[in-house]
Protein backbone atom coordinates (compact mmCIF):
# COMPACT_ATOMS: atom_id res chain seq x y z
CA UNK A 1 0.00 0.00 0.00
CA UNK A 2 2.86 2.54 0.64
CA UNK A 3 4.14 1.59 -2.42
CA UNK A 4 1.30 2.65 -4.00
CA UNK A 5 0.89 5.80 -2.34
CA UNK A 6 4.19 6.90 -3.18
CA UNK A 7 3.56 5.87 -7.09
CA UNK A 8 0.29 7.78 -7.09
CA UNK A 9 2.31 11.06 -5.48
CA UNK A 10 5.24 10.59 -7.66
CA UNK A 11 2.51 10.11 -10.96
CA UNK A 12 0.55 13.60 -9.54
CA UNK A 13 3.48 15.66 -8.81
CA UNK A 14 5.20 14.75 -12.54
CA UNK A 15 1.94 15.27 -14.06
CA UNK A 16 1.60 19.31 -12.06
CA UNK A 17 4.86 19.56 -13.22
CA UNK A 18 4.18 19.04 -17.17
CA UNK A 19 1.20 21.03 -16.72
CA UNK A 20 2.70 23.67 -14.77
CA UNK A 21 5.32 23.34 -17.67
CA UNK A 22 3.07 24.03 -20.50
CA UNK A 23 1.08 26.86 -18.74
CA UNK A 24 3.76 28.90 -18.09
CA UNK A 25 5.66 27.77 -21.49
CA UNK A 26 2.21 29.47 -23.00
CA UNK A 27 2.21 32.30 -20.84
CA UNK A 28 5.99 33.61 -21.77
CA UNK A 29 4.94 32.62 -25.37
CA UNK A 30 1.95 34.74 -25.62
CA UNK A 31 4.00 37.62 -23.67
CA UNK A 32 7.05 37.30 -25.61
CA UNK A 33 4.61 37.57 -28.85
CA UNK A 34 3.03 40.84 -27.86
CA UNK A 35 6.07 42.26 -27.04
CA UNK A 36 7.53 41.46 -30.75
CA UNK A 37 4.33 41.87 -32.11
CA UNK A 38 4.26 45.76 -30.84
CA UNK A 39 7.65 46.05 -31.70
CA UNK A 40 6.76 45.69 -35.22
CA UNK A 41 3.71 48.05 -35.25
CA UNK A 42 5.56 50.85 -34.17
CA UNK A 43 8.65 50.02 -36.95
CA UNK A 44 5.72 49.73 -39.81
CA UNK A 45 3.15 52.50 -38.48
CA UNK A 46 0.19 50.06 -37.45
CA UNK A 47 -2.26 52.08 -35.39
CA UNK A 48 -0.03 55.17 -35.29
CA UNK A 49 -3.13 58.00 -37.06
CA UNK A 50 -0.31 58.39 -39.81
CA UNK A 51 -1.74 60.27 -42.73
CA UNK A 52 1.46 59.36 -45.58
CA UNK A 53 2.24 55.69 -46.01
CA UNK A 54 4.88 54.15 -47.61
CA UNK A 55 4.65 50.34 -48.94
CA UNK A 56 7.49 48.46 -51.01
CA UNK A 57 10.04 46.12 -50.81
CA UNK A 58 13.53 47.39 -50.26
CA UNK A 59 13.54 50.14 -52.68
CA UNK A 60 11.74 52.39 -50.96
CA UNK A 61 13.10 50.66 -46.96
CA UNK A 62 16.58 51.72 -48.35
CA UNK A 63 15.24 54.69 -51.15
CA UNK A 64 13.24 56.93 -48.37
CA UNK A 65 13.76 58.36 -44.74
CA UNK A 66 10.56 58.45 -42.87
CA UNK A 67 11.95 60.22 -40.17
CA UNK A 68 12.86 62.86 -42.50
CA UNK A 69 9.84 63.68 -43.93
CA UNK A 70 7.72 62.88 -40.66
CA UNK A 71 10.06 66.31 -39.35
CA UNK A 72 9.81 68.39 -42.89
CA UNK A 73 6.22 68.05 -43.67
CA UNK A 74 5.22 67.90 -39.75
CA UNK A 75 3.04 64.08 -40.14
CA UNK A 76 3.12 61.25 -39.36
CA UNK A 77 4.40 58.54 -41.97
CA UNK A 78 3.80 54.80 -41.76
CA UNK A 79 6.60 52.80 -43.21
CA UNK A 80 5.41 50.14 -44.23
CA UNK A 81 8.36 48.14 -46.12
CA UNK A 82 10.08 44.36 -46.15
CA UNK A 83 12.35 43.35 -48.27
CA UNK A 84 11.38 40.90 -51.05
CA UNK A 85 7.74 41.73 -50.93
CA UNK A 86 5.57 41.46 -54.29
CA UNK A 87 2.58 43.21 -55.95
CA UNK A 88 0.56 40.16 -54.13
CA UNK A 89 2.06 40.53 -50.52
CA UNK A 90 1.65 44.83 -51.16
CA UNK A 91 -2.45 44.19 -51.41
CA UNK A 92 -2.97 41.87 -48.30
CA UNK A 93 -0.40 44.81 -46.47
CA UNK A 94 -2.38 47.63 -47.84
CA UNK A 95 -5.91 46.12 -46.61
CA UNK A 96 -3.91 45.23 -43.35
CA UNK A 97 -3.19 48.68 -42.91
CA UNK A 98 -6.08 50.53 -43.75
CA UNK A 99 -7.93 48.39 -41.20
CA UNK A 100 -5.65 49.42 -38.39
CA UNK A 101 -5.69 52.89 -40.03
CA UNK A 102 -8.33 55.08 -41.13
CA UNK A 103 -5.91 58.35 -41.13
CA UNK A 104 -4.50 57.49 -44.22
CA UNK A 105 -4.60 59.64 -46.94
CA UNK A 106 -1.92 59.45 -49.06
CA UNK A 107 -0.04 56.15 -50.20
CA UNK A 108 3.54 56.48 -51.62
CA UNK A 109 3.59 53.38 -53.07
CA UNK A 110 6.95 51.65 -54.46
CA UNK A 111 7.55 50.55 -58.29
CA UNK A 112 10.24 49.65 -61.03
CA UNK A 113 10.19 47.87 -63.74
CA UNK A 114 9.99 44.87 -62.44
CA UNK A 115 7.33 45.52 -60.43
CA UNK A 116 4.96 42.58 -62.76
CA UNK A 117 7.57 40.02 -62.93
CA UNK A 118 7.68 38.50 -59.49
CA UNK A 119 10.39 36.50 -59.88
CA UNK A 120 13.89 37.92 -58.10
CA UNK A 121 11.75 38.38 -55.08
CA UNK A 122 11.66 36.42 -51.94
CA UNK A 123 10.23 33.76 -52.58
CA UNK A 124 9.26 33.20 -48.89
CA UNK A 125 8.20 36.68 -47.82
CA UNK A 126 4.58 35.44 -46.56
CA UNK A 127 6.81 35.53 -43.24
CA UNK A 128 6.17 39.58 -42.72
CA UNK A 129 2.87 38.44 -42.02
CA UNK A 130 3.00 35.94 -38.80
CA UNK A 131 3.22 38.09 -36.25
CA UNK A 132 -0.52 39.59 -37.43
CA UNK A 133 -1.92 35.71 -38.12
CA UNK A 134 -4.30 36.56 -35.41
CA UNK A 135 -6.47 38.77 -37.68
CA UNK A 136 -8.71 37.20 -39.68
CA UNK A 137 -7.89 38.12 -42.85
CA UNK A 138 -4.09 37.67 -42.79
CA UNK A 139 -4.89 34.30 -41.02
CA UNK A 140 -6.87 33.05 -44.25
CA UNK A 141 -4.03 34.57 -46.45
CA UNK A 142 -2.16 32.68 -44.54
CA UNK A 143 -3.74 29.28 -44.51
CA UNK A 144 -4.34 29.57 -48.45
CA UNK A 145 -0.71 30.13 -49.25
CA UNK A 146 1.74 28.36 -47.02
CA UNK A 147 2.25 24.65 -45.97
CA UNK A 148 -0.43 24.13 -43.67
CA UNK A 149 2.38 22.36 -41.02
CA UNK A 150 4.24 26.14 -40.62
CA UNK A 151 0.70 27.37 -40.30
CA UNK A 152 -0.36 25.11 -37.52
CA UNK A 153 2.86 26.06 -35.94
CA UNK A 154 3.07 29.75 -36.00
CA UNK A 155 -0.86 29.45 -35.02
CA UNK A 156 -0.08 27.89 -31.91
CA UNK A 157 3.15 28.48 -30.63
CA UNK A 158 3.13 32.52 -31.36
CA UNK A 159 7.35 32.74 -31.02
CA UNK A 160 7.86 30.63 -33.82
CA UNK A 161 6.21 33.60 -36.59
CA UNK A 162 9.58 35.33 -35.33
CA UNK A 163 12.53 34.91 -37.58
CA UNK A 164 16.03 37.65 -37.26
CA UNK A 165 14.78 39.87 -39.50
CA UNK A 166 11.11 40.67 -37.80
CA UNK A 167 13.07 40.45 -34.44
CA UNK A 168 15.38 42.87 -35.30
CA UNK A 169 12.68 45.23 -36.88
CA UNK A 170 11.07 44.83 -33.69
CA UNK A 171 13.70 46.14 -31.47
CA UNK A 172 13.85 48.85 -34.07
CA UNK A 173 10.39 50.09 -33.77
CA UNK A 174 11.32 49.93 -30.19
CA UNK A 175 14.22 52.20 -30.46
CA UNK A 176 12.63 54.58 -33.35
CA UNK A 177 15.68 53.23 -35.55
CA UNK A 178 14.69 53.32 -39.03
CA UNK A 179 18.29 54.23 -40.64
CA UNK A 180 19.49 52.97 -43.91
CA UNK A 181 22.89 51.22 -43.12
CA UNK A 182 23.83 51.18 -46.50
CA UNK A 183 27.19 53.00 -46.70
CA UNK A 184 29.13 51.59 -49.43
CA UNK A 185 28.88 52.72 -53.40
CA UNK A 186 28.06 50.52 -56.02
CA UNK A 187 30.79 48.66 -57.90
CA UNK A 188 30.15 49.39 -61.70
CA UNK A 189 33.01 46.68 -62.67
CA UNK A 190 30.87 43.65 -61.18
CA UNK A 191 27.86 45.09 -62.42
CA UNK A 192 29.18 44.97 -66.13
CA UNK A 193 30.66 41.49 -65.52
CA UNK A 194 27.28 40.19 -64.08
CA UNK A 195 25.33 41.76 -67.15
CA UNK A 196 28.09 40.15 -69.43
CA UNK A 197 27.43 37.05 -68.08
CA UNK A 198 23.50 37.53 -68.11
CA UNK A 199 23.10 37.43 -64.52
CA UNK A 200 20.50 40.31 -63.97
CA UNK A 201 16.92 40.11 -62.64
CA UNK A 202 14.72 39.72 -66.17
CA UNK A 203 11.70 41.90 -67.05
CA UNK A 204 8.91 39.48 -67.45
CA UNK A 205 5.63 40.69 -66.96
CA UNK A 206 2.49 38.56 -64.96
CA UNK A 207 -0.99 39.68 -65.90
CA UNK A 208 -1.95 38.77 -62.38
CA UNK A 209 0.47 41.36 -60.86
CA UNK A 210 -0.89 44.01 -63.33
CA UNK A 211 -4.12 43.18 -62.51
CA UNK A 212 -3.97 43.07 -58.71
CA UNK A 213 -2.18 46.66 -58.83
CA UNK A 214 -5.11 47.56 -60.23
CA UNK A 215 -7.73 46.03 -57.67
CA UNK A 216 -5.52 47.94 -54.63
CA UNK A 217 -5.24 51.31 -57.04
CA UNK A 218 -9.64 50.69 -56.77
CA UNK A 219 -9.56 49.48 -53.20
CA UNK A 220 -7.89 53.15 -52.38
CA UNK A 221 -10.01 55.28 -54.43
CA UNK A 222 -13.36 53.96 -53.08
CA UNK A 223 -11.41 55.25 -49.16
CA UNK A 224 -10.47 58.50 -50.88
CA UNK A 225 -6.53 58.12 -50.83
CA UNK A 226 -4.21 60.15 -52.76
CA UNK A 227 -1.76 57.41 -54.54
CA UNK A 228 1.57 57.88 -55.63
CA UNK A 229 3.37 55.22 -57.66
CA UNK A 230 7.27 56.11 -56.88
CA UNK A 231 10.31 55.07 -59.02
CA UNK A 232 12.61 55.20 -56.70
CA UNK A 233 15.59 55.47 -59.21
CA UNK A 234 18.06 52.29 -59.92
CA UNK A 235 21.21 52.46 -62.17
CA UNK A 236 21.04 53.31 -65.86
CA UNK A 237 23.18 49.85 -66.91
CA UNK A 238 20.51 47.92 -65.38
CA UNK A 239 17.84 49.98 -66.61
CA UNK A 240 19.38 49.77 -70.26
CA UNK A 241 19.77 45.46 -70.51
CA UNK A 242 16.07 45.84 -71.75
CA UNK A 243 15.55 48.49 -72.59
CA UNK A 244 12.24 48.14 -74.47
CA UNK A 245 10.63 45.95 -71.89
CA UNK A 246 11.93 48.76 -69.40
CA UNK A 247 10.00 51.54 -71.16
CA UNK A 248 7.05 49.25 -71.57
CA UNK A 249 6.92 49.29 -68.48
CA UNK A 250 7.29 52.83 -67.62
CA UNK A 251 4.02 53.60 -70.09
CA UNK A 252 2.13 50.66 -68.16
CA UNK A 253 2.47 53.05 -64.93
CA UNK A 254 1.81 56.52 -67.15
CA UNK A 255 -1.04 55.11 -68.24
CA UNK A 256 -2.90 54.26 -65.17
CA UNK A 257 -1.36 57.40 -63.87
CA UNK A 258 -3.98 58.67 -67.02
CA UNK A 259 -6.43 56.25 -65.73
CA UNK A 260 -7.31 57.82 -62.52
CA UNK A 261 -7.58 60.95 -61.09
CA UNK A 262 -6.01 60.21 -57.96
CA UNK A 263 -2.80 58.64 -59.51
CA UNK A 264 0.31 60.78 -59.34
CA UNK A 265 3.37 58.52 -61.01
CA UNK A 266 6.66 60.04 -60.23
CA UNK A 267 10.02 58.75 -62.18
CA UNK A 268 13.18 59.93 -60.34
CA UNK A 269 15.21 57.21 -62.75
CA UNK A 270 16.33 59.85 -65.81
CA UNK A 271 17.35 62.44 -62.77
CA UNK A 272 19.32 59.81 -60.69
CA UNK A 273 20.65 57.11 -62.25
CA UNK A 274 23.50 57.99 -63.86
CA UNK A 275 24.47 59.04 -60.24
CA UNK A 276 26.80 56.42 -59.28
CA UNK A 277 27.81 58.16 -55.90
CA UNK A 278 24.26 57.81 -54.98
CA UNK A 279 23.74 53.09 -55.38
CA UNK A 280 25.02 50.70 -52.75
CA UNK A 281 23.72 48.47 -55.56
CA UNK A 282 22.42 48.53 -58.92
CA UNK A 283 19.05 48.73 -57.46
CA UNK A 284 19.45 49.93 -54.34
CA UNK A 285 20.58 53.38 -52.75
CA UNK A 286 22.77 54.37 -49.82
CA UNK A 287 22.38 56.75 -47.44
CA UNK A 288 23.19 59.23 -49.09
CA UNK A 289 21.01 58.42 -52.20
CA UNK A 290 18.15 57.69 -49.48
CA UNK A 291 18.72 61.79 -48.18
CA UNK A 292 18.72 62.80 -51.92
CA UNK A 293 15.84 61.12 -53.32
CA UNK A 294 13.96 61.93 -49.83
CA UNK A 295 14.33 65.48 -50.22
CA UNK A 296 13.55 65.78 -53.68
CA UNK A 297 10.18 64.21 -53.06
CA UNK A 298 9.21 66.01 -49.99
CA UNK A 299 9.74 69.22 -52.11
CA UNK A 300 7.18 67.87 -55.02
CA UNK A 301 4.68 66.70 -51.80
CA UNK A 302 5.02 70.52 -50.29
CA UNK A 303 4.25 71.91 -53.46
CA UNK A 304 1.74 69.63 -55.30
CA UNK A 305 0.02 67.83 -52.04
CA UNK A 306 0.16 70.32 -48.80
CA UNK A 307 -3.35 71.76 -49.63
CA UNK A 308 -4.94 68.50 -50.87
CA UNK A 309 -3.90 66.47 -47.90
CA UNK A 310 -3.38 68.99 -44.62
CA UNK A 311 0.56 68.44 -44.50
Not at 147 to 170: H, Q
Not at 243 to 264: G, L, P, T
Request: contains cysteine; aromatic residues 12%.
Amino acid sequence: MALKKILKFKIINTFTIVISFIVSFFILDLGVNSFLRKGLKKYYGIEDNSEIALIGHSHIMLGLDKESMEKKLNIKVAKYTSEGVDILNRKVMIDYLLEKNDSIRLLIYGVDAWSFSGEGLSANSQVLFYPFLDNVNIDHYLRECVPFKDYLTRKIIKTTRYNEGLISSSFRGYLRNWDNMKSGTVNLKKVKEQIAKNKYRKINNNPLYIETLTQTIETLSLNKIEIILFYIPTLHLINQVENKKFKKNIDIFEQIESDYDNVKFINFTDAYSHRYELFYDPIHLNSVGQKVVTDSLIKILQKNYYNDIGI
